[in-house]
């Protein structure tokens, strides 16, 4: 399992400092490349690959981003993508035979 966060850039890790996963969602941005570049590697040690992503766009019922970056995670080699923290249960999709689980409230 991956987790990773598009919530609070500010506290992002770095070379020089502790922090969080942050990967924004956008599917070109460097570290949304690497993140869905950890796919089929985690194959190698395990038989699934799992991301939970802490998005953030709360209480918004269906952010037009999500389903694309959703896709290229399942597309990378992830299992499953779990969403949580929008304070809003979304739907679940299930793309290419894989559950994505786009928001699951406060449930995490």
């Known amino acids: 399992m991956i ?14 400092q502790p ?3 942050y990967v924004p969602i956008e599917l ?9 570049g ?8 395990s038989r699934l690959s799992g991301r ?10 269906s ?3 999500h389903p694309p970056f959703a896709h290229a995670l399942i597309d990378a080699g992830a ?7 929008g304070h809003i249960v979304r739907g679940i999709e299930l793309y290419r035979g894989k559950p994505i689980p786009y928001c699951t409230g406060d449930f995490y």
């Open 38 to 45: 950890t796919g089929e590697r985690d194959k190698s040690y």
């Open 19 to 21: 922090g969080i996963c």
């Open 28 to 36: 070109k941005d460097k570290r949304a490349v690497k993140t869905f």
């Open 63 to 65: 952010p037009a981003e």
């Open 3 to 16: 987790a990773f966060t598009d919530d609070e850039p500010g506290w992002e890790a770095t070379e020089e």
């Open 79 to 85: 299992d499953v993508l779990f969403g949580h923290s």
């Open 52 to 61: 939970i992503a802490h998005w953030d766009q709360i209480g918004i019922p």
